[in-house]
């Protein structure tokens, strides 16, 4: 119940395509959902992050589509470039708690 | 854009000594957390911090571990006889206010290696 399953574990995209890490999560009281960058040798950094009262959150190349009935949200990644190859988390949170639970991380190698 | 710092970026140590990791949380921030993720599995959950206790803890978070926050300024978690299994990279994490949708910004982390 308290798992946010992430997929897929690894990805390559060639330079312009577009990157999709999808996640999933069983506990219906999560109501925050953030996704973190981490480069090697740094710490996560919050991208973007949704709640469930919207479908969809846009921040520049970056965007998160949120299925609140199918109890699963995504990253997509536009016009993927090298700079974006990173470590990519999801996680979720609910009111009243201080943690995050994160899944289990997707490697992006986005090649020149 | 203001940072966490933690110290040091490497530790190393022999089982069953004790460990102090320091973090210095950003300035006005009043929430404070240890999360580690063990070589590459994902990131989990210690401890939260507000106000001088502990607000939230995992499972995790046993008798070996504890936290302080000795000044104004640092903010530490100690293992009192480290274990093999310890072996992780341990982030410091601070936010401004405590509620679920706060921006939690992370330190660089320390590497604790256990041998």
């Known amino acids: 119940q308290q798992q946010v399953k992430q997929s897929p574990q690894s990805l390559i995209v060639q330079k312009g395509g577009i990157s999709i890490i999808n996640c999933a999560y069983e506990n219906t009281a999560f109501d925050y959902f953030p996704w973190y960058q981490q480069f090697p040798g740094k710490g996560p950094a919050l991208l973007i992050a949704i709640r469930p009262d919207v479908s969809e959150k846009k921040e520049g190349r970056f965007t998160i589509s949120f299925n609140k009935s199918a109890k699963q949200f995504s990253l997509h990644i536009m016009d993927s470039q090298p700079g974006d190859s990173a470590t990519y988390f999801c996680a979720a949170s609910k009111a009243g708690t201080y943690k995050y639970i994160f899944g289990t991380g997707t490697r992006l190698k986005v090649l020149a | 854009e203001p940072e966490v710092t933690q110290t040091p970026s490497h530790q190393v140590t022999q089982m069953g000594q004790e460990v102090i990791l320091r973090c210095v949380p950003i300035?006005?921030?009043?929430?404070f957390y240890w999360y580690r993720q063990i070589l590459g599995q994902k990131v989990e959950f210690l401890v939260s911090f507000y106000n001088n206790e502990i607000s939230e803890k995992s499972e995790i978070f046993d008798d070996q571990f504890s936290v302080e926050r000795p000044d104004g300024s640092n903010f530490t978690l100690k293992i009192r006889s480290t274990k093999l299994e310890d072996s992780a990279m341990y982030f410091c994490?601070?936010?401004?206010?405590?509620?679920?949708?706060?921006?939690?910004?992370f330190g660089s982390g320390t590497q604790l290696s256990v041998l």
């Open positions: 994490a601070s936010s401004l206010g405590g509620t679920a949708n706060e921006k939690l910004f």
């Open positions: 300035s006005n921030h009043l929430y």
